[in-house]
């Protein structure tokens, strides 16, 4: 039985100094929603550049039941919410005349299926993203329409590859098809966006260095409201707040490792590793859900181009020469463990929704979470049969525990199209869509 003392509306926030936080749902706002429907809708799109080993990725059987490939292995403990997807091609990526250019084409086409404009300068022009879309959809009362969140930096300014600007290859989400939205790298920037509430880069340096939380300032707040609550949301309360000291500390930690980096354009709080750098990403979108503070996030998991190592798992090699080899055996392997590192991180994620409480449900009951790269086979740039997942609650309309496979030419468009319509935003067409996705709902 839900025991509660006060009713409070669901966007509550405590307002301190420098400081605004917005609660998790708790029993006490289920009065006040009585004629709301339980919970809230989120999409998370997760990118991962220089395609895969597509004879590793692919799944060997189809439908219903389906044998998970050795890549997607991670995903088995959520074999009920996992559609894979074959036979979608990102053909706006392709060169369609154009010189090179299939890494900056391949991350903006995944979410927009515009072929973007080859251009140096500031024209840049793609198109408005499937996120974007969603977000104005879901997430107007939010005190962010949507966040974009990164590993790793690109700060390079003019062309970045064939004659393409940079902000094609720093940006998988567009606001409009000439507003790129570039991802944030910085994980103290990033809290501080969903936390920080007016004060000053000084301020804020001086709460650092005095080794202050930003709930200092809402001591007062907490204190008073929480004599309010019920045993239950007391508890709740506790462990939201616990979890933004957690966030914290890990921040200062990377930042410490840091300290005496002597590259100066390198942001500072970058964790040493991808592991620890991915998953404080992560864990920071999962506090945005939480909070309510936005619906929408994207993530760029690994860019395009990127020459990353991860010598924790033993792969000294860069990602995207990994991804040229070759067709050698023994690189394939290596690239087949890099992939398999990548789905695993994204299962972090999903572990991470599903254990966070959400109203009569988790997190993970109410968001789609779209996973994928803009080619195919890095090793030749292919662009058709891109590598795409889809993980959701079965709130969602969504009936996972399948591989779908489709007829050859199938755009990835319909499948954008598709969860547009699941998240209430009808639209005839999109990008070069040629309809409607069947079977995402079907048995």
């Known amino acids: 039985m839900m025991i509660t003392k006060v009713v409070l509306p669901r966007r509550t926030f405590l307002r301190g100094v420098g400081a605004s936080l917005a609660l998790p749902f708790l029993d006490a706002m289920a009065p006040a929603m009585a004629a709301v429907p339980k919970g809230q809708p989120r999409f998370s799109a997760v990118y991962v550049g220089n395609g895969a080993n597509m004879f590793d990725w692919t799944p060997p059987t189809q439908g219903a039941n389906f044998d998970f490939s050795p890549i997607l292995q991670p995903l088995e403990t959520f074999r009920d919410r996992t559609l894979v997807f074959t036979g979608l091609d990102n053909y706006p ?53 949507s966040l974009e969140v990164a590993v790793d930096r690109n700060d390079v300014v003019g062309a970045c590859d064939h004659g393409y600007a940079c902000a094609y290859m720093n940006s998988m989400s567009w606001k409009t098809p000439t507003m790129p939205l570039p991802a944030e790298t910085n994980p103290r920037f990033v809290f501080e966006r969903l936390f920080g509430s007016g004060d000053t880069a000084e301020e804020r340096a001086v709460r650092t260095q005095d080794d202050r939380s930003i709930l200092d300032g809402l001591s007062d707040e907490i204190a008073r409201l929480s004599g309010k609550l019920g045993g239950r949301d007391r508890s709740k309360l506790g462990e939201y707040l616990d979890s933004i000291r957690d966030m914290e500390e890990r921040i200062v930690r990377a930042e410490s490792y840091n300290s005496d980096f002597e590259i100066p354009d390198r942001p500072v709080g970058i964790p040493d590793t991808f592991k620890e750098y991915a998953e404080l990403m992560l864990d920071l979108q999962v506090l945005a859900f939480q909070a309510d503070v936005t619906r929408v996030t994207s993530f760029m998991m690994a860019r395009e181009n990127i020459n990353r190592s991860y010598n924790e798992i033993g792969l000294p090699e860069a990602h995207h020469s990994m991804s040229h080899h070759g067709n050698n055996p023994e690189k394939m392997r290596d690239f087949s463990k890099l992939n398999t590192y990548h789905v695993e991180t994204l299962a972090y994620f999903l572990k991470r929704l599903q254990s966070t409480p959400d109203g009569d449900g988790t997190l993970l009951d109410r968001t789609v979470v779209l996973y994928g790269k803009g080619m195919s086979d890095g090793n030749t740039h292919n662009n058709y049969s891109v590598p795409v997942v889809v993980v959701g609650g079965h709130e969602n309309g969504l009936r996972g525990n399948r591989h779908l496979s489709y007829p050859k030419g199938t755009p990835l468009a319909n499948l954008s199209l598709s969860l547009l319509d699941k998240f209430g935003v009808q639209m005839e067409s999109f990008g070069d869509s040629t309809g409607h996705l069947p079977l995402l709902s079907g048995v």
């Open 93 to 145: 990526a392709t060169d369609q005349g154009d010189t090179g250019g299939q890494h900056p084409r391949a991350a903006p086409a995944f979410m927009s299926s515009v072929h973007p404009k080859q251009t140096e300068g500031a024209d840049v022009e793609a198109g408005t993203t499937v996120d974007q879309l969603i977000a104005e959809n879901i997430s107007r009362d939010s005190k962010l329409a």
